[in-house]
Each structure stands twice: as structure tokens, then as C-alpha cells.
């Protein structure tokens, strides 16, 4: 019961928060539209992210549901101004963007959509600096296990 | 408590652990007697597919190692798996570990497994460390692969595995039955069912769904302790991590599952801060290539006993990791081994460790009359449909390995033929025993190799591109160098399809050379008829696959296999987990 309550209570605040910032932040079409992960990339972030360790990336190997592929992103690198991910084979690769407040913890947790197996990257900026990690998942045909 | 300590004790580094080193004395009672060591016994079997009476099963010649899994166990088949454990061919443990002589073996040494032969072994070697002093832990696939589990959802299993005395499982094929129907079995079950990678999903929490611990989303009860010769030990249980999508989600639609090796390290450090065990165990479904790497990222482990790919591995293989070492298992399959997990423990820490792989030999132990009576009671009402008689065996029939068994062969050749179709498939389970030479196959050979929950058979037009595809993805889900990325399951079988495969290339270039039995070159735009079955998406509207193999069976009587659909393999020659194979190409 109170995993259910939390949750709803997180839902709310997650909406309340995102809502104002899809209505009204300077959304960057040309990044949603893009049909290459790097033409999005620099698009939205006029640069080319470098490998960080300090980004933790949760996702599963191998997705039991393409539709909904759960993914976490969080971070300790310092002054965090947003997160993002990117699927770079889907036929539009910028998936989700998240502006960070200073005072915000760097945790995003979303469900993606999958079309087929892919690289899937995790971006942060911070610092002016815009860093990376990533991981393979596998979008499959099942039916074969032993 | 400092986990570098470790002493790992070797005590079996002079017999494979098996029963040569015991039979060689000569007649003892018991053969499967062995010198006292430790303090704690732990006794693991594994993916015994709902077995109940002994059976034969078939080790593979082809089981292929890639990357790092190459040339070490499992990937050793025959003669190599022999070589590496100094066990001479023509024995009994080469019987029982290896396909090699199979039907002359099978003949020689008798059936193997069946639970009350099983259960004389589990007692006696429970008996011999007294009262207290040992866990009985079963892997999973427990409740599916034989006519009697499917026709009683399971519940045959469950009742045999209170008689059997099983204390803790994890499961995989029992996530096939449907989601209230696996929690009765379980309310049923005497024992603990544990997992803590199944989880409810966060929408299926929402709407009410009932779960082992709401906060967490723990479906089951993750770990379970135990008081065992005065020793805490902890097992924590990881089910089959893929289910959903090696299996129909639509039996379980509201469990998740995964890897979740971050959650598994957290559990670890939780069970050893929280609850001071002497040992920590995992009992797992992951597949042996999957604990290695899990065991190499998790630490604070002190054995990972492992099922799933069937292996049957004479020793643990040590894996170093950051905590200190981990020792990880697999058991076989289908009742045809018990391992027995010797522990010396210490205060907080294990010691040392013996280990042996016992094949449960149904002539060299007297049947459990308590048992024997229970199965009997079992199949009693279905005798007479698991007792008919189909055709004859007019060759070893058996599935297990990489590619086409020669009973899958059968199974793809029956699909054709009954729906008149020009190529079929079906899945590489590893599960299904064997019929040797000669043998009649009855209806519960048939069910063996088919019982489950999802037979509907189909029959549909696929193009070229789509076959190859399916190709690739099951290629890829057996041959994908990170075993995280594997399924576990074998190649899907062909019937009326040819090709070539490279199992060290990468995702969509391992298959080639696509032509039909007639010599026919696979046209990628072209469509044909393909018939199978055991489709995880929606339910196909044929009859179950076991109807169509027994009307095949009845009207060929005897049943040869004139040509494997078995595929040129390319890049693997010298690779310990292929021998007697005959479409090798450099």
C-alpha cells in the first residue's frame, strides 16, 4: 500500500514538474526531428559528448517489451544543467531531454520505445561540458530459451 | 571477516568427483558412499523437466563455446570433456557426462534419474551427515516437460518434490503456467520459492497486484536463511532472468525479471550485514555462461549453484572477482545428476569445499517404495495415453545440442509433412529425452519433447528475409559473445531448410548459403510455406504439436532419419565443444 501511494505521489510531482518545461522550455525541434543520433546531438547541444564513468546507465541487456524498455539515468558528476537519451538506431534518435535545477537530484526515470536492438546513450551536461555513457540493448525474437 | 582468507580446499582434485573414485573399492553397500568432509552439505539438482520415472537423455556433441566460453566446461564435449577430467571412455560416468558410444552405453548401464531412485540417493546422502546438517535445493524446471505435469499443471511435481524433501527453489518453465496458477503450486509447495529478480511492474503494482514485498516489488521472497550443522548459510534465488521473452509473457504479465546483478550485489551485501550468515549461496537459473560473468561481478558470493543450459559439469569453475572467490555449478538435466555441495565452515567464512556430481544410475538404486507408490499413483489415470504405442525407433532419438536432434528432425519433418509445407521450424529447447534403437516411442516420448503450455502448431506464409531474420535473432540470442546477451536455448531447428553458420561472427552475418532440400537458393523476396509451433506471442490456431508428431508417427511405424537439416558451420574448427560432426568447413 504504500508503494502504491509513494508512486502516485511521485507521478504527480513528475508531472508537475515536466509539464511547464514541455509547454514552455525552448524545446529544440530540430533535435526530435533529426534522423541521426549525432545530428541531434549537436543540434541541441552544439558539441560531441566524452565518455564518462560518473554516469550510471539502467537499463535491461535484452528488453522483454521494445514498447516499453525501462530506463534509469543518474549521475554524480557535479553542476548537472540536464539529462538526456538517445536510441541511435530508432528512426528519431533524441528520445527524452530533462533540464536540471541546481538544487535537482540528477535521477531520470522513463520508459522508451524500441523499434530494434540498439546502442542506447545516456548524455549528461554539466559544467558547460556534455558527457556520456552507453550500452547495448537487444530488442529480439524470443521463443527459444532452453 | 576478511574474504581473501579463503582456504579452497581441493578435496575432489583427485577423482572427478563422480563415482569412479567410489566404485573402484568394489561393493560397497552403498557406492555412492563417501569419506566425511565438512560441516554443511548442500544437495542440488536441477531442470529435471517434471521427469518422474528414469529416462535416458543424450549429453551433445555440439555445444559450441564462443569468446571466453570457448575450451572450458561446459563448451568440452566428448572425448574433451573426458580428457580435461582424466575419466576413461567406456565407463559409467563417461556414459552418463558424454554422447559418446551413447546407445551401447544407454544399453550397458541402464536408465538414469527418476525421483524414486533420486530420492534413495538424496536420503542416504542425507543420512550420512545425520540430522540438520543439509539443504536440498532444486534449480527449477521442475514443473514442465513430461504429459503428467502439463496434465496436472504442475501439481505432480510440487507433491513430489514435498516427498522429496526439496527446502528452497527458483523456477524458469513454471513461469509457463499461468500467474495464479505458479502461486497456488507454490502455496502447495512445502518448501521456499525464491527469486530477487522477479519483480512486479510498476503499473501492475498501481492496479493492486499482489507482490512478496510491496516496497521492493519482490514477486517472491528473495532469499531464505537457514540453520544447517549450527551454520547460518543464506541462499538468495535468481530465476531464469529472460522468461518473458524466451516464454509468453501473456501467462505473467504483470512480473518483470532481468539480470539485475546490481540488485543481486545489493542483496548480498544486505543478506551479510543484516542477517551474519556463515555462508552465502545463490541458487540460480541464469545458464552456466551467465554465473561465470554474473560471478565475476558480484561479490561476497561463496557458490553460485546454477541450471538452465542443461550442463552436466563434473567440477565447480572458481571465478575471481573483487570480494575474493566464488565457486559456480551446473547440475544437468532431467534427473540424471545430484550434486552434493560439501562445505567446511568457519565462523562467518567457508573454508574449504568438496564436490561431487553423483549420476543417478536408476539400476544402482532401489526405487523409494513411499515414491514409487506416489508416482505410480500419478500416472495411474493416464496410462493408457502415456503407454501407447506410436512407431518404432528405428535410430537413437534424441534433441539435445546446438542444432537439429534427430527427434527434432522428426518433429520438423512431421510439421511438413501434416500441413504440407515446404519448410518448418521449431524451437531449440534443451529439454526431451531419448529413445534408443529400436525402442517403441510412445505417446509419452512424444510428450516429453512437446509438453507445455503453448503446442498450438501454425502454419503460414514467410518470406525469404523473414526466415533468414529468425535465423539471425536465435543465432545471435545462442552465439552472442557477452553471455548477458544469450538466451540459453539451442539454434531453432530447420526441417527443409539448409545453411551455413559462422558462430564467431556478429549479429546478422552468422547465416548464409539459405537453400531449400531440393537445392533451391532462398529467394529473400519470395514467400513460402513454413509450419511450427510453440509461437510466445498470441496463441496459433493449429492443434497442439503432439497431435500432428503422433499421426505422423503412426503412419510411418518405423521411424529413420535419412537427413539432419544441420547447418555448415564455418570458424570452429579446434573448438573443444563440437566433435562427430560432419559439415565442418574451414
New interface residues.
Partial sequence: ????LL??GIVALGAMAAWPRLLWASRPDAAFIADNAEDAIMAVFGQMPVASEQIKL?I??????GAVVPVTVSTDLADVESISIVVVNNPTPFVASFDMGPRMVPIVSVRIKMGQ?SQVLALVKAGGTLYSTSR?V?V??????? | MNRRDFVWMLGCASSAGLLSGCVRGELRDDPYESASFGNVRLLHFT?CHAQLTPIYFREPNVNIGIGGAAGRPPHLVGQHLLDHIGTARGGRDAYALTYLDFAAAAEKFGKVGGFAHLKTLIDRQRAEVGDGNSLLLDGGDTWQGSATSLWTRGKDMVDACNLLGVDVMTG?WEFTYRAEEVLQNIERFNGEFIAQNVRVT?DA??D?VSAYD??S?HVFKPYSMHEVGGHRIAIIGQA?P??????P?RFIPDW????RD?DMQEMVEHVRDTEKPDAVIVLSHN?MDVDVKMASRVSGVDAILGG???DGVPQPIVVENSGGKTLVTNAGSNGKFLAVLDLDIGKGKVKGYRYRLLPVFANLLPADAGMQAYIDGVRKPYLDKLEEPLAVAGTLLYRRGNFNGTFDQVICDALMEVADAEISLS?????GTSVLPGDTITMERVMDQTAMTYPETYSREMSGAELK??LE??A???F?K?P??Q??????RLGGLNFSCDPTAK?DSRISDLTLDDGRTLDAGKNYKVAGW???GSESPGPPVWEVVAEYLKDKKIITVNKLNTPKLRNISGNAGIADYSNLLE
Fill in positions: 500500500m504504500h508503494r502504491r508512486l502516485k539502467k535491461p541487456d535484452i528488453a522483454e517489451n536492438s547495448d537487444k529480439t525474437i524470443g521463443g527459444c530459451g532452453g | 531442470d524458469h510498476e503494482l498501481f493492486g510491496e516496497d516489488g531464469f529472460y522468461t518473458p521473452i524466451a516464454n509473457r518483470t525479471f532481468g539480470i546490481d545458464g538452465h543450459t542443461h524451437p531449440g529447447f534443451r529439454w531474420m529468425i535473432s536465435v545471435d540470442n545462442l552472442h557477452d548477458y546477451y538466451q540459453g536455448g539451442d539454434m531453432v549479429m510453440a509461437t510466445v
